[in-house]
């Protein structure tokens, strides 16, 4: 019997499968892909520092293009830009980025098995059953913890109840052939792109990265309308398209992350930025809290009780970051194209852009958000009574 079945060969479950192999586990991650990193559908931004400081990872080693600014784009048109002249995040080759953590995890001496779907998961008193389907046929594979590392429609979370609600953003992301040097992401907010999301163009070195999420309606045909209707793209784009891919991002909070003999991690968990949906850094920093928990559990029986300690340390750490942009996505989701319009407009406010470059954190928006409540008041001239009061009211309600 294997001590750890780890479902799900991404950069959570191949991360977690290093950490717990290294400690001399008996682990095994199951793939259902032929390869590790493929379909690929993400942005792949990364944060310049704090993945760095907590996992040991370095951005930069598989970075295509260097984020230096953020451009935001209201439905008005007026776009603001913010930077601090500075490098912020890397965009990233996710599929190369995605290999490598699966190469450290099987060099540390995890089993990888590639091409082999879980399609069934059983939790039982002294053990989990895991059900697999492989090109031979079906298989069986016997392990004291599983780890549900298996993306945002978890069939762990599923099949050991842990999945409270299933509530996903479905995006569609293009990658256009780039022509120009680019430093600057692009964000675009309006009710009549998205209700509950918004769209992006990233420069990742020969391309731009085009995507558009929202958790109702046909995303693709939203992400064409899109680029047809934007300035920033020419009327030839659509040509220029050489990849189209769909995924869907967890809505945090949705999921209980721990049961008998069973840890959720990464997007399966529900860990990702609120206000973005960036799960990466949060994935990653949580699997790295959910394999000391496990590690310790498993040197006794990992029960519920022994587990329980993951879900308050994923709390300690992000708790606040998940309940602070949960409420500020509900803000947006209320505004009108003129709120906002009027609210990105704000930020050429000197004293409202400054505070925000002061504060900003690309991977904890908490920090911010804090701020800009703490200091909200002391705003009133630079935001108007009007807005301020509009704007204070929504956070009470939120
Ligand atoms: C359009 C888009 C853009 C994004 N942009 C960014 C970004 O810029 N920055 C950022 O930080 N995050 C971004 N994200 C989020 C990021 O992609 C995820 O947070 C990240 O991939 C989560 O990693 P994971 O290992 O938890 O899950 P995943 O990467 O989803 O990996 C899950 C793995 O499990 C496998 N699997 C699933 N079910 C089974 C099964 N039954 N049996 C066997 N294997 C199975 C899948 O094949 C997959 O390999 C984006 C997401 C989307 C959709």
Redesign the pocket.
Known sequence: MKDVAI????????FMGEKLAKKGFKTTI????SE??QPM??????GAQRLLKETGLDPKNWSVNELKGGIFNPPSGNSVKLTRNQTEAY?ID?ARF?RSLAERAVRAGAELRLN????EVSPRENKVSLK?ETQNGKEQLESRLVIG????????ARNCDLMKEFSP?I???AEIVKETEDFDARVYVGNELSQDFFAWK?PAGDVY?V?L?DKEGNVKEKLHKFMKNTSDFSQNTQNKMVRL?????PTPNTRKIYGNRVLL?????G???PL????????LSCAKIASQVAAEALEKEPSEKNLQKYEASVNEKFGREFELGARARKILKKMTDEDLSEFIELLEKPKIRNLILENADFDRHSNLFKTLIKKGPSLIKSVGARKLTKYLSWLMDS
């Open positions: 479902v799900g060969g991404g950069p959570s479950g191949c199951v793939e259902e892909h590790v990193g559908c993400c942005a792949g931004i990364l965009a996710r995605d082999t779907r879980c399609t697999t590392a298996d993306g945002t429609n978890s069939l762990v953003t995006c569609a992301q990233v990265r995507g999420g891919t769909t995924d869907l991002i991690i990464g997007d399966a968990a860990q990702v930025k973005t949906g960036g799960g990466l850094y949060l994935g």
